[in-house]
T-cell receptor
Framework: AQRVTQPEKLLSVFKGAPVELKCNYS??????LFWYVQYSRQRLQLLLR??SRESIKGFTADLNKGETSFHLKKPFAQEEDSAMYYC???????????FGIGTKLQVIP | NAGVTQTPKFRILKIGQSMTLQCAQD?????MYWYRQDPGMGLKLIYY???????DKGEVPNGYNVSRSTTEDFPLRLELAAPSQTSVYFC??????????FGQGTRLTVV
């Protein structure tokens, strides 16, 4: 069975401080990992996917197969980064998705 | 493109009433999901479907039912509404080599 673990329900950081949102996964195949973001009262939307190796809004995430992790990082937090972040594992040609419980990021001015 | 459309956006139900939350996608996605999100909490999977005619329970299915008669539609039925079902409900779909697409959510209050 595939599983996604986000150990922190809430992460509070000061503006300008580095951010790391943790995500670990369990999956027997080759994982496709994604990060989704949900701003206040909005629908979830894609933030980034590991296969693209891109930086979106200053966020990056590296897939570490040895540690089965896909942590989301940003060097300097901004107030507009305050949101709910979900790590997700896609399988079956991306079709089956398993979400973590989410981490609420609170950036303190 | 419409993507994933949910109706209604808001609804207030009395205890014991029934209702159906509608979800439709126009991307020909096979997989569809229903989640609930309680205030300040993460997503909890209620039901999902891997294609027309096939549905399966998620982690919190009690009090809900679903059907999938077509690829496009995946309605969620609440038979006897209870205050514990007050939540925001999200429908989502995934296709081959795509990310998950979400609806705008339905904010349900049971009083």
């Amino acid at each position: 069975a595939q599983r996604v673990t986000q150990p922190e329900k809430l992460l509070s950081v000061f503006k300008g401080a580095p951010v790391e949102l943790k995500c670990n996964y369990s999956y027997s195949g080759s994982p496709e990992l994604f990060w989704y973001v949900q701003y206040s009262r909005q629908r979830l939307q894609l933030l980034l996917r590991h296969i693209s190796r891109e930086s979106i809004k200053g966020f990056t995430a590296d897939l570490n197969k040895g540690e089965t992790s896909f942590h989301l990082k940003k060097p300097f937090a901004q107030e507009e980064d305050s949101a709910m972040y979900y790590c997700a594992l896609h399988s079956g040609g991306y079709q089956k998705v398993t979400f973590g419980i989410g981490t609420k990021l609170q950036v303190i001015p | 493109n419409a993507g994933v459309t949910q109706t209604p956006k808001f609804r207030i139900l009395k205890i014991g009433q029934s209702m159906t939350l509608q979800c439709a996608q126009d991307m020909n996605h096979n997989y569809m999901y229903w989640y609930r999100q309680d205030p300040g909490m993460g997503l909890k999977l209620i039901y999902y479907s891997v294609g027309a005619g096939i549905t399966d329970k998620g982690e919190v299915p009690n009090g809900y039912n679903v059907s999938r008669s077509t690829t496009e539609d995946f309605p969620l039925r609440l038979e006897l509404a209870a205050p514990s079902q007050t939540s925001v409900y999200f429908c989502a779909s995934t296709g081959v080599r795509t990310e998950a697409f979400f609806g705008q959510g339905t904010r349900l209050t049971v009083v």
